[in-house]
């Protein structure tokens, strides 16, 4: 993706991590967010050749928007992250973590920080 944009990882990140994005709605997988706002510098065509297999929390830019995939699942964005937090799940009875029209910012972390949070949620 960084190649594409012709910028480096960190640039890029950088960029992704700089706004707020408006979730536009929920769609392709129940809790998927697609997000409104994506600088125009990160752009990123989908995949020719979708992947089978994309890991819970993955970040991934298609087109002119960002989104989450909040279960493991196929697709076609291109990668740039992936986030900890556990976004969806059929058996909580709660609201979820955000819905059509809330805002959501990207917040970089190290891996040490990665894997702290993601215990964190396992516990729930």
Do not use: C
């Not at 408006?22 to 706002?37: A, E, H, K, S, T």
């Not at 973590?97 to 396992?122: C, M, N, S, V």
Request: charged share 30%; glycine share 12%.
């Amino acid at each position: 993706m960084a190649e594409h944009a012709g910028r480096k990882e960190r640039e890029v990140i950088r960029i992704h991590s700089s706004r707020d994005y408006r979730i536009y709605m929920l769609g392709f997988l129940p809790g998927f967010p697609y997000l409104g706002g994506l600088d125009k510098r990160i752009h990123t065509p989908r995949l020719t050749t979708p992947r089978t297999k994309i890991p819970a929390g993955s970040v991934g830019i298609g087109g002119e928007q960002t989104g989450i995939y909040p279960m493991e699942s196929p697709g076609g964005w291109q990668l740039i992250g992936r986030t900890p937090l556990k976004l969806f799940d059929v058996k909580q009875a709660e609201r979820p973590l955000y819905e059509a029209g809330d805002t959501i910012r990207f917040i970089p972390i190290t891996l040490e920080e990665y894997h702290k949070i993601r215990l964190e949620q396992e516990k729930r």
